[in-house]
């Protein structure tokens, strides 16, 4: 009796179109693998507006930290995370960019959040199933305020988007996952999620993490203006974090 070869081996992974006998697109599960091996974004909806933390995972001392983006601004009230190929995201960020701006103009008013993420999403889903084409290798994350109200979307590759109230995806996904269960609370301010979402980079990723690595940034429900923590902020939050581990 031969051996059962693997779906790698029978070409089943060789085209985005085909699917293995057991139902499934593997280069799209290859696609969210890379996602899964990215450096860590957070997001979170707080009772006066959302945040997004992410590690900037600095490889090599002679980058400028500053020039290492992991947090874009759509528009005035949405944010986005990105884990996976930054490239990939950089697109469909600037896609969205033009969209919530178009909108603007056309209609005098804010694009709600759920329009920019199932934009993006379509576009995603369209690299499912159309040859010559790869999956995008990202997971989004997308914030927004939309009548008052903080909303956090998740998108994979896959094209397919849910919405939370907190979520990690990236590096140590499922071990910070596992603290915002623990943690996270409706009634939460900004700046108490930062602390949950700092002290939980801190505890899963190395113990080279530092301020350097951060990327803070949030929207508050008042102002509905993109801000970034500064990094005197980010220093004594992952200070404090850090004598508490010990």
Not at 215 to 244: N, P, Q, W
Request: with cysteine; aromatic share 6%; glycine share 6%.
């Amino acid at each position: 009796m031969q051996p059962t070869m693997s779906h790698q081996m029978m070409g089943y992974d060789r085209a985005i179109t085909m699917f293995s006998p057991d139902g499934r697109l593997l280069q799209v599960e290859y696609a969210k693998k890379t996602v899964r091996q990215g450096s860590t974004a957070i997001g979170m909806v707080c009772s006066d507006g959302i945040l997004l933390v992410t590690d900037k995972r600095i490889v090599d001392s002679l980058v400028v930290p500053e020039s290492v983006e992991k947090i874009f601004q759509i528009d005035d009230h949405i944010a986005a995370a990105a884990s996976g190929i930054l490239s990939d995201a950089r697109v469909l960020i600037e896609r969205a960019q033009l969209k919530a701006q178009q909108h603007r103009v056309t209609f005098d008013s804010p694009i709600d959040t759920v329009s920019i993420v199932k934009d993006i999403c379509n576009i995603k889903q369209i690299c499912t199933q159309s040859g010559g084409l790869r999956p995008f290798g990202v997971g989004i994350l997308v914030a927004g305020i939309d009548d008052g109200e903080a909303k956090l979307f998740v998108t994979d590759p896959t094209g397919i988007f849910f919405q939370y109230k907190a979520a990690a995806i990236g590096e140590g996904e499922t071990e910070i996952e596992e603290v915002l269960h623990k943690q996270y609370k409706d009634s939460m301010t900004i700046e108490d999620g930062l602390k949950v979402c700092v002290k939980a980079l801190n505890k899963v990723l190395d113990d080279n993490f530092d301020a350097e690595r951060l990327d803070c940034a949030y929207i508050t429900k008042k102002e509905l203006g993109f801000k970034r923590f500064s990094k005197a902020k980010l220093e004594k939050m992952l200070d404090e974090a850090k004598k508490k581990k010990k």
